[in-house]
C-alpha cells in the first residue's frame, strides 16, 4: 500500500511541474530554504480579502528569477539570515482584482493598516496600483530578510505593502538599523541581478528578465 502511495505522489507532483510554462518553476523547488508568506492568499492584505488567481500558497517565478534567488538565500543563510517572499509571479486575474477593488472608492476595510494617509482615488496617479504589473511577466518579486535565530523579520522602517513615503527606498527618517537592513537587501539583492523599484523598498526585478512584454495569466497553484 504504501508504494502505490509513494507512487501516487511522485506522479502528483510530475503533473504539477507539467502545469507552468516552460522557462518557470517554483522556488522552493529550486531553493527550499526560501521561506513564504503569500498574503495574497489570505485576508492579511490590502484588499482584506483572497486575490483572485492565488488558489495555493506556492511561490512561482521565471527559472533564471528562482536561481539568482537561491544566490541571494545561500549568501544570507552563511550570515544567519534567510529571505521571506510575500509575492513572486503574479497573474494578470489578479492585477485586475486590485484595479476593480481601487475603483471601488469607499472599499476602505484595511485603510489604517496598509494606506493610513493615502487617499484611495490617488492610487493609480500615485503608482501605488497599475493595470499591468512586473509581476506577471514572472521574474519581479517581494521580500524582506528574516533573522533565522529570532525568526523576526529585520526591521525595515516600514511594512511590506504599505503605500506610503516611508516605503520609498530613498526615504531617510529612518533608525540606523533600519537604514542598515534596507542597505543589506538592497546590496545582496542587486549583487545577484536585481534592481529595486524606488517607491517599494521589498520590491526587485530581475535585470535581462526572460519575458519582458509578457504578460502571464495562469494561476498560482
Not at 213 to 218: H, R
Request: some cysteine; glycine content about 4%; aromatic content about 12%.
Amino acid at each position: 500500500m504504501k508504494w502505490i502511495l509513494t507512487l501516487f505522489l511522485i506522479a502528483s507532483l510530475a503533473i504539477q511541474s507539467q502545469n507552468l510554462p516552460k522557462g518557470f518553476s517554483y522556488i522552493n523547488d529550486i531553493s527550499p530554504s526560501i521561506q513564504k508568506e503569500l498574503r495574497y492568499c489570505s485576508n492579511d492584505n490590502f484588499i482584506g480579502s483572497p486575490v483572485n488567481g492565488y488558489e495555493e500558497s506556492v511561490l512561482i517565478a521565471t527559472t533564471p528569477t528562482a536561481k539568482a534567488l537561491k544566490k541571494v538565500q545561500d549568501e544570507l543563510t552563511a550570515k544567519g539570515l534567510s529571505l521571506k517572499i510575500f509575492d513572486a509571479y503574479r497573474p494578470q486575474t489578479a492585477v485586475n482584482h486590485f484595479v476593480k477593488w481601487a475603483r471601488v472608492i469607499n472599499d476602505t476595510l484595511m485603510k489604517q493598516q496598509y494606506y493610513p494617509e493615502v487617499n484611495k482615488r490617488h492610487l493609480f496617479k500615485l503608482g501605488y496600483i497599475a493595470s499591468k504589473s512586473g509581476h506577471s511577466r514572472g521574474s519581479t518579486v517581494d521580500l524582506t530578510v528574516v533573522d533565522l535565530k529570532t525568526g523576526k523579520e529585520l526591521d525595515m522602517g516600514s511594512p511590506y505593502d504599505f503605500f506610503g513615503i516611508s516605503s520609498h527606498i530613498t526615504y531617510e527618517n529612518l533608525t540606523e538599523q533600519q537604514k542598515k537592513n534596507r542597505q543589506l537587501l538592497q546590496r545582496v539583492m542587486r549583487k545577484h541581478g536585481f534592481r529595486p523599484y524606488i517607491n517599494e523598498w521589498w520590491h526587485f526585478t530581475l535585470r535581462n528578465e526572460p519575458f519582458p512584454k509578457t504578460y502571464f495569466d495562469f494561476p498560482v497553484k
